[in-house]
């Protein structure tokens, strides 16, 4: 198996390549945070998860958890989201979604009056959600 291939858009790893760079983040972050220093955002820490997350079921974990939602295939079908896609996903309005863009609190891109969001940072937002923060 190949340990990386990329896709317009996309990076997928292999489970023991997403394992490694998980722990790159994780030893990063304590080692900083040991002097004194802020360690890493709340995105990379987040991207850390996702791929903890991913080696330990396997390659097809974010597929599978996408293909659980509300608007099943989103990720496989679509290489950004639209407003009410991620919405769906993270079970709030799409103004809610606009909102969090608009303030930086989640990346997307504004082309012409739509926003258009990448459906692995939506992922990790989840993830994120789902242990408690906002």
Do not use: C, Y
């Amino acid at each position: 198996m190949t340990p990386a291939a990329f896709i317009t858009g996309v990076v997928a790893l292999d489970p023991r390549a997403a394992a490694l760079v998980a722990k790159a983040i994780r030893t990063g972050n304590e080692q900083l945070r040991a002097h004194g220093a802020p360690g890493f955002t709340r995105d990379v820490l987040a991207a850390g998860v996702a791929l903890e997350d991913a080696s330990r079921a396997g390659a097809n974990a974010i597929t599978a958890s996408a293909a659980t939602t509300p608007n099943d295939g989103l990720v496989q079908d679509a290489e950004r989201l639209t407003t009410e896609q991620a919405a769906n996903l993270l079970g709030v309005t799409p103004n809610a979604v606009r909102d969090l863009a608009r303030r930086g609190r989640l990346d997307g891109h504004k082309i012409g009056q739509n926003w258009t969001f990448d459906p692995w940072q939506i992922e990790a937002r989840k993830r994120h959600q789902r242990q408690g923060n906002s």
